[in-house]
T-cell receptor
Framework: QKEVEQDPGPLSVPEGAIVSLNCTYSNSAFQYFMWYRQYSRKGPELLMYTYSSGNKEDGRFTAQVDKSSKYISLFIRDSQPSDSATYLCAMSAWSHTGNQFYFGTGTSLTVIP | DTAVSQTPKYLVTQMGNDKSIKCEQNLGHDTMYWYKQDSKKFLKIMFSYNNKELIINETVPNRFSPKSPDKAHLNLHINSLELGDSAVYFC??????????????FGPGTRLTVL
């Protein structure tokens, strides 16, 4: 079983829709939960991060973490064509060698004008 | 200012050749990484260096050899290239292995095609 599971999509939605992206994980030691956005032919960029369980909101984006279910979500409200990208969830756990990062496979999102 | 830069951006080469990819970060970070992203967008860590010392070496063929001349640079040398090495290689950096939370900053990627 992979450390982090993410539905690769692709996901296609009309402009203005609410988008829900999800990841599940198996390692209960994960403490930091991140969402990266990757535009075509670019490197991933950090969108949001959350520590432990709870919600975090930033503009049209909301990140949720449910550690009891080992499930994280990213919601995008009023989606725009500029949101079209691949969204990767990532998680980290502390070890004696430092922070270990694990990425999901990414979900490809297209917002249609 | 480019935070994490990689050269070259594109690399097309024949099977069996040896090639290098260079990475530099100007963020003052202590930790640098190499990732491989395949055609299905799966991002897999290959190596991690902290202050020029190797701290993560995932199951990667020994044809891949990272070299860190100083903490701002992490180069990747690949010997005897194979078709399966075709992918996008990303360099990244973060503040340091000792920090509780580390945001990783990624370079633009090097698209390697082995013919």
């Amino acid at each position: 079983q992979k450390e982090v599971e993410q539905d690769p999509g692709p996901l296609s939605v009309p402009e203005g829709a609410i988008v829900s992206l999800n990841c599940t994980y198996s390692n209960s030691a994960f403490q930091y939960f991140m969402w990266y956005r990757q535009y075509s032919r670019k490197g991933p960029e950090l969108l949001m991060y959350t520590y432990s369980s709870g919600n975090k909101e930033d503009g049209r984006f909301t990140a949720q973490v449910d550690k009891s279910s080992k499930y994280i979500s990213l919601f995008i409200r009023d989606s725009q064509p500029s949101d079209s990208a691949t969204y990767l969830c990532a998680m980290s756990a502390w070890s004696h060698t430092g922070n270990q990062f694990y990425f999901g496979t990414g979900t490809s999102l297209t917002v249609i004008p | 200012d480019t935070a994490v830069s990689q050269t070259p951006k594109y690399l097309v080469t024949q099977m069996g050749n040896d090639k290098s990819i260079k990475c530099e970060q100007n963020l003052g970070h202590d930790t640098m990484y190499w990732y491989k992203q395949d055609s299905k967008k799966f991002l897999k860590i290959m190596f991690s260096y902290n202050n020029k010392e190797l701290i993560i070496n995932e199951t990667v063929p020994n044809r891949f050899s990272p070299k860190s001349p100083d903490k701002a640079h992490l180069n990747l040398h690949i010997n005897s290239l194979e078709l399966g090495d075709s992918a996008v290689y990303f360099c990244a950096s973060s503040q340091g292995a000792g920090a509780v939370y580390n945001e990783q900053f990624f370079g633009p990627g090097t698209r390697l095609t082995v013919l």
